[in-house]
């Protein structure tokens, strides 16, 4: 009997699904005999509030501006952070052009583009967008450069050999060779893009969760505040989820090979 | 220095004081000959291969086809590299990288590539294996991917550089037999670079014996013995015996010199 339950504890994570229901029945317990204060509501109020801004559309809409501009920020990252990341991994005139650029202004945390942003593109989506991918791209930049210049030079003798030209060098080595780093980097960006499009809605915003949650806050609908966290989690939990199912597909070779060695 | 393939007074030096791979090498190649090159590690045999297939350039001297300068890699000749790990692309099938050979270059459609891949896969007995992934199949049998890709290139020519050194005793033998055949049956040229006498003794009908570094040509020497060989006639063979004794004792004598001069 004990020894079943110690292999459930090793081989499963149900463990920690139930210390999550504790913790919601701690929550729940807490805040009806407690801490009875309009800032602590019981779980209960909480997702009838959750129920409710999902059946009349508010938190679907607010969830689809959020996703909308996070993705579009993001996928410009992506095509930009990659494109560049090839370049200065491929050439080393480039690299030397752009490297001390590029740490000037890898350090300055995403946020602080904000200022400046709201002066030069003002408040709408578009200054979201671009502060989500300004913030997201360096990661995916800095990975790029990394697998590609990681790329053993057999590789590239293979290539020559094959009697490749360089854009089928470029799509059938150096991308997929360098495809579990650019992978690392955009998983790292996509956790970036989703704080930065929370940030810029908190600031200024009509729409978002972001601007949802705040608000909630401001005009203290408390409960309706929880489940705007509430439904951030799950939207970021589900996010990561798809991505890493995407990534095994991707580069199931590289997880198999290395699983062995 | 007429001939086929030849190798006109090579030198590689790393940089402009570095080391020195090989000095004033020369050796010529017959067409649909197998030569082998052996010499003390260091030597810079692995390195007058990799100027020859072109992929990259001497300091002095001249590689040579048909009296035509090599500077690039020529589709008449095929590399085949000792990382196989590396040279075939783990996130391709073994099919796909015997495509990868040909299909930019052939107005084939998608089928007859595939075809004349799998009919390639089929001569080195990997008909089976079109649609596993490299990291699925052993060193010997993703060796004999490289080889196939290779063929599928059609070339005259296979430059090895110590393919199967990195394999196990038995794998290897599987492999030189398996090279003989298609050298025999395919009318190849082949230049095979290793630090292993019995296999050189094995393969090649001349072997050239470099020396300690830098290398220059020390010897180069006749193997009188028939084809087709066998792993176990062939090497207990008077003149297998005794050409193996005078190599060994030619490479030891190389290895004692170079350190001599080192010291």
């Given amino acids: ?261 | 220095m007429a001939g086929y393939l030849s190798v006109e007074r090579l030198s590689k030096q790393f940089s402009a004081y570095g080391r020195v791979a090989c000095k004033d090498v020369s050796f010529a190649v017959g067409e649909k000959e197998f030569i082998a090159l052996v010499g003390p590690s260091g030597c810079g045999k692995s390195t007058l291969l990799h100027i020859a297939a072109g992929l990259s350039a001497p300091t002095a001297g001249a590689v040579r086809l048909r009296g035509e300068r090599v500077t690039e890699p020529r589709p008449e000749m095929m590399y085949v590299f000792q990382q196989y790990t590396k040279s075939i692309f783990p996130w391709k099938t073994v099919l796909d990288n015997v495509c990868l050979g040909i299909k930019y270059r052939s107005h084939s459609s998608r089928k007859e590539i595939e075809a004349a891949a799998r009919a390639q896969l089929h001569v080195v007995g990997l008909a089976a294996y079109a649609d596993y992934h490299p990291y699925q199949l052993s060193g010997g049998m993703q060796q004999r991917v490289a080889i196939a890709r290779a063929l599928a290139r059609r070339p005259e020519i296979l430059l090895m550089d110590e393919p199967f050194s990195a394999l196990d005793a038995m794998m290897r033998v599987e492999l030189q037999d398996l090279l003989l055949e298609l050298w025999r049956e395919l009318g190849l040229t082949v230049v095979f670079v290793t630090h292993d006498l019995d296999e050189a003794l094995y393969l090649a009908q001349r072997i050239v014996l470099l020396s300690a570094s830098p290398g220059s040509v020390a010897e180069i020497l006749d193997v009188p013995l028939p084809y087709p060989r066998n792993q176990v006639e062939t090497r207990r063979q008077p003149i297998y015996l005794e050409l193996r004794a005078h190599l060994y004792n030619a490479i030891v004598r190389q290895v004692l010199a170079g350190r001599a001069e080192a010291a």
């Fill in chain 1, 1 to 261: 009997m004990i020894e079943h339950v110690i292999r459930w504890l090793q081989t499963t994570r149900g463990s920690g699904v139930i210390l999550i229901l504790l913790l919601l029945g701690l929550w729940q317990f807490s805040a009806l005999y407690i801490m009875d204060t309009p800032t602590w509501p019981p779980v209960t109020r909480i997702f009838t509030a959750w129920y409710e801004n999902v059946a009349d559309g508010t938190l679907v809409k607010h969830l689809l501006a959020t996703f909308w501009r996070q993705m579009l920020g993001y996928f410009l990252a992506v095509a930009l952070g990659i494109s560049v990341g090839v370049a200065i991994g491929y050439y080393r005139i480039l690299y030397n052009l752009l490297e001390p650029l590029i740490e000037v202004f890898r350090p300055i945390p995403g946020p602080a583009y904000l200022p400046v942003l709201v002066l030069f593109v003002g408040i709408g989506h578009e200054m979201k967008v671009v502060l989500i991918m300004v913030a997201s791209l360096f990661p995916i930049l800095l990975n790029t450069y990394g697998g590609v210049r990681a790329i053993d030079p057999v590789q590239f003798d293979t290539a020559r050999t094959l009697g490749l030209t360089t854009l089928q060098t470029l799509r059938e080595v150096v991308l997929p060779a360098a495809s579990p780093q650019i992978l690392t980097g955009m998983r790292i960006s996509l956790a970036i893009s989703l704080i930065l499009a929370i940030l810029s809605e908190m600031i200024v915003s009509n729409d978002g969760l972001g601007y949802f949650t705040l608000l909630a806050e401001r005009t203290f609908k408390v409960p309706d505040m929880y489940a705007g966290i509430f439904t951030l989690a799950l939207f970021g939990y589900v996010l990561n989820r798809l991505f890493l199912i995407g990534e095994s597909r991707l580069i199931r070779w590289h997880q198999e090979s290395s699983g062995r060695g």
